[in-house]
Nanobody, 117 residues
């Protein structure tokens, strides 16, 4: 069973920054890609950013130039640096992982990010 443990959410004013972290309970060599999704009440979960050896990095258009995803392979951890935050970035952010040789996706428990105007 793969566990993803997120941290770093919180309340910040518009224009501020936050960094989210997600640590996986398995070796980084087993992980094909990791990413961050977000969800607001009544809305579908949407991709924010993803990183993997085959895909490089992908970003939602709404966060390009403001958010940066990175990965520490030694620690099986993925980070999301969020700068110039906007109120519309307010959501629960979920960490996601895909493993080599498996179609199953794994999710973290979610961390709340609230951006006040």
């Amino acid at each position: 069973q793969v566990q993803l443990v997120e941290s770093g959410g919180g309340l910040v004013q518009a224009g501020g920054s936050l960094r989210l972290s997600c640590a996986a309970s398995i070796s980084t060599f087993s992980i094909k890609a990791m990413g961050w999704y977000r969800q607001t009440p009544g809305q579908q979960r949407e991709l924010v950013a993803k990183i993997g050896s085959l895909i490089g990095t992908n970003y939602a258009d709404s966060v390009k130039g403001r958010f940066t995803i990175s990965r520490d392979n030694a620690e099986s951890t993925v980070y999301l640096q969020m700068n110039s935050l906007k109120p519309e970035d307010t959501a629960v952010y979920y960490c996601n992982a895909n493993l080599w040789g498996s179609s199953q996706e794994y999710w973290g428990q979610g961390t709340q990010v609230t951006v006040s105007s």
